[in-house]
């Protein structure tokens, strides 16, 4: 609903509407395009490269060559396989640092402004965080090089000032027009009402669980007015990233116990025992025990649940003091938790008890911000900075400067015309190895009569040849083939489809023949009841569809289709048709009539026989003694024994 009344309030404008949701570990957004009707609102959630609802926060840089940039699921998938030269986090936390390092998070690269993203020079942290913009919204379908209208969720956790810093990192992407920020605490409000809309004033309080703090904020919704957000706190020491490291922490003590185990790991293999780790935290999360499986080195382990609370009792124990101080002496009616790592059973368990409520799952875990923060821009006094956000934090808030702002913005253009041509070229390499291992396999496998009467295969298979070689030598990987232009791929596509075409025209109509005798066949097989039938099934056996053509196969089909539809019908029209022909037709009709006067007749006999039946049993039932009420005469003693008054 949110969504849509969304739409609604932009379908003036000429752009789509994108809100998105940056956390420390991964990125929500969701598109609306304003000419379109908007039905659900999971319907419009942007998808990430994978297919997943949400994309890693992550920008990174690929060693060698020119040091092409990405971000979302390729930086994870680089960094997963080691080959990834430096990727940073885009965490809203690190804007406005202008140190030149920083230290690593749980999976063991720099989460910082330092990390360089491209190889040429290290970029400012609102460069990394609009670069992860501009990677979503290339993923929004059928949008181009559109303009949006952008809103994106500050963290309570941020000072006004660098909160400020993560509209302009928006402002950054090429993109990106209108931006508007819109707080946490007025998104899970609004998220809350579109979800529940209440009769009464309704105090509600909703933790937020991410990946790097615990945000806890506590509102007074009402049915006819906007949220009201009553307070705000967070805790950077209780975040999902927190209950990771201590779940890691004590697999690698259990993993310690076998010998085939190193705890100094290389950088892919810790990033794939990151990946396990939170993989085993959502499994616990619903079952009792999981396997921690780890390829290089080959390790396996079970890990139970007691294991997992037992090691994250520390971290999660503060969470009670964040609430109970948080609430203070406000009245909690509803309890709503949201979050990365809302599921886990720990946390819970430790919310009812503080607060003596169950908890309630009208938001949607994950998305929930990003629907309510649609749902705050069309609220007029929803946006205003929030009265309760962070005063102060770590580091500096130093804006960039103009220059500094339009070089970043001058690199993003350039990035985003890089990725242009390489789907371009993507595409135009996919075309041509299509086109060589068709003609390969159709050179390799057909039956040698279908080309007969075509010149010899020996210049085709050299051709194929060629072009199979000059693939394998330029894959794409290194920098020099990188940079191959489009133009070369479509070359060689058009000049092999110019000599093979002899062999592809051929081969596309021996297909369509054989889908047109199968067809013959099909409606041959109906008929087989009628004459036509007949001579279809003798046409058939005498080996001359064969040798048909296409066009005369239609035409067959044609005509055994009309011939056949007409019998159908004849048949049909004569099951309906009574044997007696027109006068019984006549005839039944006034045998009807009769029928059904009988049948009244027989109805108002029955029903006369039914109450006799009635009147004869009661009267039995009663012995003759059955009094009408009311009679004068029903207690006369000298009266009882007068027959003629003995019926009543």
């Not at 569809?545 to 029209?573: M, Y």
Request: a neutral charge.
């Amino acid at each position: 609903l949110a969504l849509v009344l969304l739409c609604g309030a932009v379908a003036a404008a000429s752009c789509a509407v994108v809100v998105f949701d940056v956390g420390a570990a991964y990125t929500k957004a969701a598109a609306l395009p304003p000419a379109a009707p908007v039905g659900l609102a999971s319907r419009h959630v942007v998808y990430s490269d994978m297919g997943d609802r949400k994309t890693p926060s992550l920008v990174g840089c690929a060693q060698g060559g020119a040091g092409q940039r990405v971000a979302g699921d390729a930086a994870a998938h680089l960094l997963h396989l080691g080959r990834a030269a430096a990727v940073a986090s885009a965490a809203p936390g690190l804007l406005g640092q202008r140190a030149e390092a920083g230290p690593a998070d749980s999976r063991g690269f720099a989460a910082c402004e330092g990390a360089r993203v491209c190889a040429a020079e290290v970029v400012p942290q609102e460069e990394v965080v609009a670069s992860l913009l501009a990677h979503v919204l290339r993923q929004v379908p059928d949008q181009g090089g559109a303009q949006h209208s952008c809103c994106v969720i500050s963290p309570t956790y941020l000072t006004p000032e660098r909160a400020q810093l993560l509209r302009q990192s928006a402002e950054l992407v090429p993109a990106c027009d209108n931006v508007t920020l819109v707080s946490e605490s007025a998104a899970a409000g609004y998220a809350f009402v579109s979800a529940q809309p209440v009769e009464n004033e309704t105090h509600v309080c909703i933790v937020d669980i991410g990946a790097s703090a615990t945000r806890v904020h506590v509102l007074a919704v009402f049915p006819d007015k906007p949220a009201k957000v009553v307070n705000v706190g967070w805790d950077s020491s209780v975040s999902g990233s927190a209950v990771d490291r201590c779940l890691g922490s004590a697999v690698t003590r259990l993993l310690s116990l076998q010998p085939s185990f190193d705890s100094e790991l290389p950088p892919a293999a810790r990033e794939q025992f990151a990946r396990e780790v939170t993989r085993v935290k959502e499994v616990l999360s619903i079952l009792n025990e999981a396997e921690f499986k780890l390829e290089e080195p080959p390790v396996c382990v079970t890990v139970n649940r007691t294991l997992l609370e037992e090691a994250c009792d520390s971290v999660l124990a503060p969470i009670a003091d964040l609430v109970r101080n948080t609430v203070g002496a406000t009245h909690i009616d509803i309890v709503e938790i949201i979050g990365g790592s809302s599921r886990v059973p720990k946390l819970q368990d430790i919310l009812r008890s503080t607060l003596s409520l169950n908890l309630s799952n009208h938001l949607n875990a994950e998305e929930g911000l990003v629907i309510g923060a649609a749902h705050a821009l069309l609220v007029p006094g929803a946006v205003p900075a929030d009265p309760f956000s962070a005063e102060g934090g770590a580091g500096g808030s130093q804006a960039l400067s103009p220059e500094q702002r339009n070089a970043s913005r001058a690199r993003l253009a350039a990035w985003g015309n890089l990725l242009g041509a390489a789907r371009e070229r993507s595409e135009a390499r996919y075309a041509l190895e299509t086109l060589v291992f068709r003609l390969s396999d159709l050179l390799e496998n057909a039956d040698p009569q279908l080309f007969k009467g075509l010149p010899d295969t020996s210049d085709l298979h050299a051709l194929i040849d060629s072009y199979r070689s000059w693939l394998e030598q330029h894959d794409g990987t290194d920098a020099e083939d990188a940079q191959l232009a489009v133009g070369e791929y479509r070359s060689r596509h058009y000049r092999l489809t110019a000599v093979g075409q002899p062999w592809l025209a051929r081969h596309a109509e021996a297909a369509t023949r054989a889908s047109l005798l199968d067809d013959y066949r099909r409606v041959a097989a109906r008929a087989e009841k009628h004459s036509v039938g007949r001579e279809a099934a003798e046409w058939l056996a005498s080996g001359a569809a064969a040798a048909a053509t296409a066009d005369e196969l239609r035409a067959r089909i044609t005509t055994l289709q009309r011939v056949l539809d007409a019998a159908e019908a004849a048949s049909r029209s004569k099951q309906k048709q009574p044997k007696g022909g027109r006068g019984t037709t006549h005839g039944s009709g006034g045998s009807s009539v009769v029928l059904t006067a009988l049948t009244l007749v027989g109805c108002v006999v029955a029903l006369v026989a039914g109450c006799c039946l009635v009147a004869t049993l009661v009267k039995r039932a009663t012995r003759g003694r059955l009094l009408v009420f009311g009679d004068s005469n029903r207690c006369n003693p000298r009266r009882a024994g007068d027959r003629k008054h003995k019926w009543r």
